[in-house]
């Protein structure tokens, strides 16, 4: 009977304690991550975490912000986002060391709470062209005052310093953290997340109307995990990638049109083609960059065809130095290209060039010869053209002439006259 007892007790202890466990955390904030340039990477990041906040019943938004700054139409869809959210934003600039540049002025002013951490700074929001340009006056005096009619009414709407957002655009002003509250830049400093917690509920945080106070102890902390779509997004829209997929794009497709008919290279270098020119249509490119790259493997295609002994190799060479060079715009230096990145795919590209132009030239110097294992065989037409095409013979495929006016037709079968170097010559 004591035993019993004890039992019912230990239960009443256990429930008891489940009980107050449960209640401990009486409200939840959802965090997440914004690092690096604004692309529309994180203008998926953002709305997918304001999604989940608002359906999951979460009384605020954090973002944790550390970036250089990015593209200008990303920036304005997030802030719309954050603008006009179902419940609170924070921006807190940290960890220490980090920074709210360009755009990330823009994402701090449109904050329902802007917090730095301590030695962090904010600034430098004078706008770049894209177009990799210098844009003439009457151009940069609409993308000024754009931009300025947007931070200044986001800056009063919340009730921050509009002077200073002004000059942050004008004049690419910057402040620390210290600085930043003094002049009612942000609304707080905090050195930790407990720390903002704190200051975040002695604040208090209205949400629907309804004016929530706690202690750090009252909040769950729910991490934001991103979906599949913003790390493909992030991935295609990394420099380096996206340089690669198109280099990738244009090999493949210079392979399928060398070898008609393998299929697999010129489906491949379609897909990374196709990829890539997404990539670079969003980041800031330099057309003149795009254009010495195909430059490039323009010489490479009459080098294959009409053998110059290496001249149009080493003006491929150049046009890929330089294009891999001048790729993206020097106006955003967190785009561009390491040359410890182009210095081995040059390379790479040196020693295919040198083994092609060997290639063609041994062919060119090589006697012709008759191969009369295949002479009384029949071909199949590839592809044809005038008087000269592709044809198969026992799974190979070969160049092909024919010196009769006939009509030839492709999938026709030919007969096999002679054999010139690599050159089938054929008869209807």
């Known amino acids: 009977m004591r035993t019993y007892k004890l039992l019912i007790l230990l239960s009443f202890f256990i429930l008891l304690a489940c009980t107050l466990s449960a209640q401990t955390a009486k409200h939840k904030v959802l965090t997440v991550d914004i690092d690096g340039p604004i692309t529309p990477a994180q203008e998926e990041l953002l709305q997918d975490a304001l999604v989940m906040a608002s359906e999951g019943d979460y009384i605020n938004l954090l973002i944790r912000l550390d970036t250089p ?20 934003v924070t921006v807190w600039v940290a960890p220490s060391g980090a920074r709210a540049a360009s755009a990330g002025v823009f994402l ?18 004078s706008p770049v062209d894209i177009s990799g340009g210098e844009p003439d006056d009457t151009m940069s005096k609409k993308i000024v005052n754009e931009l300025l009619s947007l931070i200044k009414s986001v800056a009063q709407e919340r009730g921050r310093n509009v002077e200073w957002y002004e000059s942050a655009v004008l004049e690419s002003a910057n402040l620390e953290a210290e600085q930043a509250l003094q002049l009612r830049v942000i609304d707080l400093i905090a050195g930790s997340q407990e720390d903002l917690l704190s200051q975040m509920g002695k604040k208090g945080v209205m949400v629907q109307g309804e004016e929530i106070f706690f202690e750090p102890g009252d909040i769950e902390i729910v991490v934001f995990e991103p979906g599949l ?27 399928e049109f060398s070898n008609p008919g393998a299929i697999f290279p010129g489906v491949v270098g379609a897909f990374c083609l196709v990829l890539g020119l997404y990539s670079l249509s969003v980041l800031p490119t330099n057309v003149t960059g795009i254009l010495l790259l195909i430059l490039g493997f323009v010489f490479i295609i009459i080098e294959v065809n009409v053998p110059t002994f290496g001249l149009l190799t080493v003006a491929a060479l150049v046009s890929f130095f330089f294009g891999s060079l001048f790729l993206f715009d020097p106006s955003y230096p967190y785009f561009q290209l390491p040359i410890m990145t182009i210095l081995p795919i040059v390379t790479i590209l040196t020693l295919i ?21 295949i002479k009384s065989d029949t071909a199949r037409v590839i592809n044809w053209k005038k008087d000269e095409g592709h044809v198969r013979v026992r799974g190979e495929i070969w160049k ?17 006259d002679r054999i010139e170097g690599i050159t089938i010559h054929i008869k209807p």
């Open 229 to 255: 779509k913003y790390k493909i997004l992030s991935w295609l829209l990394h420099p380096q990638i996206a340089y690669l997929l198109f280099l990738a794009g244009m090999a493949g497709l210079f392979f």
């Open 69 to 88: 700054g990015g593209l200008a139409e990303s920036m304005r869809n997030m802030v719309k986002l954050m603008l006009n959210a179902e419940l609170p």
């Open 108 to 125: 701090v002013a449109a904050a329902d709470l802007a917090v730095m951490s301590p030695q962090t700074t904010i600034g430098s929001a």
């Open 353 to 373: 060039l040198l083994l092609l132009a060997y290639l063609i030239g041994r062919s060119q110097l090589a006697p012709k010869t008759s191969d009369t294992g």
């Open 400 to 416: 092909a002439r024919s010196s009769e006016p006939q009509e030839i037709n492709p999938g026709q079968e030919v007969r096999i």
